[in-house]
Structures are given as C-alpha cells and as structure tokens.
C-alpha cells in the first residue's frame, strides 16, 4: 500500500450534498452510485468508439461523451472533500494498459488528433501547447478505471475520493480542453469555417503530408463526421 496524497483541491461552494459512505462493503448511496454509472458509462463508450465501427459518429459520440463526463465532474467539484476510510490508499492492482486505446484512438482522429491550449487559463501568459486527442482520452480512461477497480471491490469512499482528487487535479481540465477542441471541429464545419493548417512547432509525427493536404483531410473526414456533402 501506498501512502496517500495529501488533501490538495480547494473547497468549492456547496451546491450539492457531500455523499454518505458507511464502510466497506456497504451499499454505497445514490450520489455515489451515479458517479460511478457516469464513469463506467464513459469508458464503455470511449472504448467503443476507439474500436473504429463508425467513424462517420466518432467526433460526434466523443463530444456528447466528454460533455456528460464533465457533469459528473462538476458534481464531485461542488462538493466537501471526500474522505476515505482508511489511511493508507488499497492496492488497486496492475494498472490497465491504455497503450492500445491510444493507439486506436490516433488511427481514428488522425489527422485532427492534435489540438492546441493553454494549460492554466488564470496562470502566467503562455504560448499555447500542443495535445493530442487520443493521448488525453485514453489517459483520462485510465484515472477512471483506477477509481472502478476500488468502487468494485467495494471501496465506495476510497472511489469516490480518487474521482474526486484526479477530477480536480488533472481529468477535469483535460476533459475541458478535449471538449474545446471536439466542439471547435464541429464548429468549423457547422459554419462552413476552413480547418486551418496545423501551427509551426506541432507534433504531428511528419507523414509527409504538406499543409494543404492536412487541411484537405481534416475538412474531408469533419464533413463525414456529420455527414455533410463536400
């Protein structure tokens, strides 16, 4: 066993009550049971969705997706800290592999998988930062199955603490800036707006594609997304 990480994430208004937990091996109360079925929802769907049976839905799918993700986040955001029952974090077991969401996730986005932000909108001026789409999901994918496995074998606080600390710490912003850039793709087409080049400085693992081609591509696959005539 692990030892914890403190209490770091900020007490934030209290819209909604702070769940009960009694113990391990309880039945855990309904705020907790509908975290955990946003959760689970989440990565069933990402998954899924990374399986490539229909491309055509993907960016559409993904958005809706991170949209209900974020609710959820919101609802462990406005309420107190959770506390855990014990001391000392259980061991959850191995960690899944993600490698190969990730992997399906890029040959499907490809070539909109890059998207630029900036990290901390209330930090010092910065230049935006390069991201990719499917390095995010899949790593978000990842925090949530760690807190399922504790939820499962019935460590309902010890979950909802996770959810609650990786939410603040780390998926709520990611999350954010996914939905940013899912809704600016739909944006782009729904306005009949060009998709731009990729910036100068982009990792976008040189395909030997030129600017025009990049930009043809991501024009061509948003108006399949929505299934709009080019």
Known sequence: MSDRTPHQ???????????????????????????????????????????GDEPGSAVSLLLLEVSQLLLAGGRLGAIEDVVPDDRF?????PEPDGEQL???????????????????????????NAFRISDDLAGVVGELQHGLTHYREGRVSEALWWWQFSYLSNWGTTCSAVLRALQSLIAHVRLDSPIGAVPDGADTDDDGLTDEQLEQ??????????????
């Open 217 to 230: 591509q991501a024009g061509d696959l948003m108006a399949a997304e929505l299934g709009l005539g080019r």
């Open 89 to 93: 974090e259980p061991d959850a077991g």
């Open 9 to 51: 994430q900020p007490h934030a208004p209290h819209t909604e009550a702070a769940p009960h937990t009694h113990g391990h091996g309880s039945e855990p109360d309904d705020f907790a049971v509908q975290i955990a079925d946003s959760v689970e929802s989440f990565v069933l769907a990402v998954t899924e969705v990374a399986k």
């Open 102 to 128: 990730r992997e399906h996730l890029a040959a499907l986005l490809a070539p909109i998988d890059v998207y630029h932000e900036v990290f901390d909108p209330y930090g010092p001026p910065e230049k935006p």
